[in-house]
């Protein structure tokens, strides 16, 4: 995406603009905020990786563990049980208060059925969906950049590396993928954990750990498809 991509939504230019759902294109790791840890726990592992451009922590959800693959029951119809903001924005972009959309995005490729606003001009359902979804990422940034800033200020993110071995003899080795140090916490001094529980990291972190159990459903998961095949 570039600057010269971008258009600014209105009503006029995009009325009969049609877009693609969630489902096209839906990577197999997507960022998260902090509001969405526990929802997105419930059906995905979470993991901090780090921007290869600026080094700096971000958390994600695996939905496979490989590019192109989706082993989240659901994820590959756009209907799982947890569908993060940053997908539900494909293509919709902040520009200064306005929202942009960029019209070389797969999400706008040739075929679309959903449209962006109404005979009237009004935005539909779908397209306030969106809107509503950029606002919680707005707001949800700085708390999740507060939240890893304070993770790693306590050096409680330590790397995970997950080695997979599948019934098809292919074994599977992921690197970069960071986790909650349980050592570290319990080594916390009491006041870093009260601290920690009153502004709800320790919440978020324990989540981050514990989501952990989903990488076994996962295995399962691309198991059973292997035996389908």
Do not use: W
């Amino acid at each position: 995406m570039s600057e010269k991509t971008l258009e600014l939504l209105n009503d006029t230019h995009h009325r009969d603009l049609r877009m693609h759902g969630v489902a096209a294109g839906h990577p197999h790791c997507v960022q998260l905020v902090i509001g969405e840890f526990a929802r997105a726990a419930a059906c995905c592992p979470l993991f901090f990786v780090k921007d290869p451009e600026t080094g700096r922590f971000n958390v994600v959800a695996l939905f496979g563990f490989e590019s192109g693959e989706l082993l989240v029951e659901g994820a590959d119809r756009g209907n799982a049980p947890f569908v993060p903001l940053e997908l539900v924005r494909q293509g919709f972009y902040t520009h200064g208060e306005h929202i942009a959309i960029d019209r070389d995005h797969p999400r706008f490729a040739a075929d679309g059925r959903i449209r962006l606003f109404d005979d009237l001009g009004n935005p539909t359902d779908e397209t306030q969906l969106i809107q509503r979804s950029i606002g919680l990422l707005v707001q949800g940034r700085p708390a999740t950049d507060s939240f890893i800033e304070a993770m790693v200020r306590l050096r409680l993110v330590e790397q995970f590396n997950i080695s997979l071995s599948f019934d098809d003899g292919k074994t599977l080795t992921l690197d970069g993928l960071y986790t909650i140090s349980l050592d570290s916490l319990h080594a916390l001094p009491d006041a870093d954990i009260i601290r920690l529980f009153r502004n709800g990291y320790l919440d978020a972190a324990m989540t981050i750990q514990s989501s952990r159990q989903q990488i076994a459903l996962l295995a399962h998961r691309r198991n059973e498809r292997l035996v389908d095949a």
